[in-house]
């Protein structure tokens, strides 16, 4: 039987700049500038991947009908949220980013052109279930 990736108590930094160095490497492939993380982003990012827990769906909207743009708003990003990925799996931050990249749609969010910042958060629930959200800005 397969294993869930447990994240340890301390790892969000290095999960955190693991997703960012691989996201910059597809981004400068494609010529596309580096993004940096964005205290605010990961905010948004961690409230989202909590609501998505609660709520046992994987979907944009929050539990008080609140939109990828509202939450930006009421993390106080300054920027413009640009696009939003989320997952529910029992895959690694990489395994995730891979998959995102199989889909055109989610894919165009992680190499967006006009993306400068980046949020990224996740929740894990007690029996490995992570659910990851990523957001652009810009």
Do not use: C
């Not at 869930?4 to 999960?15: H, K, L, N, R, S």
């Not at 944009?60 to 920027?79: K, M, N, Q, T």
Request: charged residues 20%; proline residues 6%.
């Amino acid at each position: 039987m397969p294993r869930a990736y447990m994240i340890a108590p301390g790892q969000e930094g290095a999960i955190q700049y693991r997703l960012l160095d691989s996201v910059n490497a597809l981004r400068a492939a494609r010529g596309a500038a580096p993004l940096q993380l964005n205290a605010a982003l990961n905010a948004a990012a961690a409230t989202h991947s909590r609501d998505m827990a609660v709520q046992n769906r994987p979907w944009h909207f929050g539990s008080d009908g609140s939109s990828p743009i509202d939450r930006v708003s009421r993390a106080g990003y300054a920027g413009r949220m640009l696009g939003e990925n989320i997952s529910e799996t029992y895959e690694t931050e990489l395994e995730t980013l891979s998959a995102w990249m199989g889909d055109p749609t989610t894919a165009a969010v992680v190499v967006d052109p006009a993306a400068r910042d980046l949020g990224f958060a996740w929740y894990q629930e007690p029996g490995g279930k992570l659910w990851w959200t990523m957001i652009t800005g810009g």
